[in-house]
């Protein structure tokens, strides 16, 4: 009599498995996607979590929430784990059979990209942004167990065929990922001669918060596109914060030219803000136009004025 070999534990749980760690990764980046539409903050511990999230590389094609693309995965990776258990084997067992097979390879092949896709983001977040996000960094391990538990969680006939198609996959995610992020990284296109520099710098929740505060109030920052002492602000605020001021371009040659509001308000130089009736001259900490504005929210502000 010939003893049939048990199933090992792993492959009787590694869709259960997985699909729990595929819900967690749902509900995460859900979170992340509601509060990237509703330009809300996020609850986090460290304060590299709003950079990082609200940085050009939080986006794909500059449109799409890098985190509304991690819901498709995890939502597909569950999807293809907890499909064929719906399947009852006693009376459907060709069907589940073959679900279970076609099931396993969609899963090796998106668990495959995943991490190769998250590493990017990893080294992206290390060397570039240079902050600390848990959000991402919890993705990343999500995506490298997922992949593992695909790997040890099913007998797979041909290792061959497998390290094939894996090498293939690993090919085209990091060459896509290239492609995706391409813009981001590229040199930056020269703009027109009346145009302001381009602000580069990450705004964090806090410059968001008091940007929208200053405007909201009736607060104008007014200057010249030339002004290099204007850029020296908006670069306090950051690229997002920055663009959500009520800025008048005072310079009739400039974009958006607004010249005959700065002549009723006799600015004499630049940058100048006007708030609540008051003019103040110059460069301005995030911290004094807070406190000039009555501004109560956030003051955590990533920059601040270089010594003169």
């Known amino acids: ?9 792993i492959h009787r749980w590694a869709r259960i498995i997985i699909g729990g760690i595929a819900a967690i990764g749902v509900l995460e980046t859900a979170y992340l996607t509601i509060a990237k539409f509703t330009n809300s903050s996020v609850v986090c511990p460290t304060t590299g979590c709003d950079r990082v999230l609200n940085s050009d590389y939080a986006v794909v094609f500059g449109i ?23 399947v009852n084997p006693e009376t459907n067992k060709a069907t589940r059979s073959n679900l279970e097979k076609s099931t396993w390879f969609a899963m090796f092949i998106l668990s495959t990209a995943m991490p190769i896709f998250s590493g990017y983001l990893m080294y992206i977040m290390a060397f570039e942004i240079k902050e600390i996000c848990i959000y991402c960094v919890s993705s990343a391990i999500f995506s490298l ?6 790997l ?5 006939e ?26 981001v990284k590229s040199p930056t296109p020269t703009v027109a001669s009346n145009a302001p520099p381009l602000v580069k710098t990450v705004s964090g929740q806090a410059e968001i918060n008091l940007a929208r505060h200053l405007t909201e109030i009736g607060v104008k920052e007014y200057g010249a596109y030339w002004c290099p002492h204007c850029h020296e602000q908006k670069v306090l605020f950051g690229k997002q914060a920055s663009a959500l001021l009520d800025y008048v371009e005072c310079d009739p040659k400039g974009q958006n030219s607004r010249t005959s509001l700065c002549q009723t308000a006799g600015i004499k130089g630049f940058p100048t803000w006007e708030i609540k009736g008051k003019f103040y001259e110059g460069v301005q900490s995030l911290s004094k136009l807070a ?18």
Do not use: C
Not at 64 to 86: D, I, N, V
Not at 291 to 308: E, I, Q, T
């Open 158 to 183: 041909d290792i061959g065929q497998l390290f094939f198609t894996g090498l293939i996959v690993v090919m085209v995610t990091f060459i896509g990922t290239l492609g995706v992020y391409n813009n």
């Open 1 to 9: 009599m010939v003893r049939r070999r048990s199933t090992p534990w």
């Open 291 to 308: 406190d000039l504005s009555g501004y109560n929210g956030d003051r955590d502000f990533k920059n601040s004025l270089p010594p003169r």
């Open 145 to 150: 167990a997922l992949f593992i538990l695909t």
């Open 64 to 86: 799409l929430p890098l985190s509304l693309l991690g819901l498709f995965a995890y939502l597909t990776m569950g999807a293809l784990a907890l499909a064929p258990l719906g």
């Open 152 to 156: 040890i969680g099913h007998e797979w």
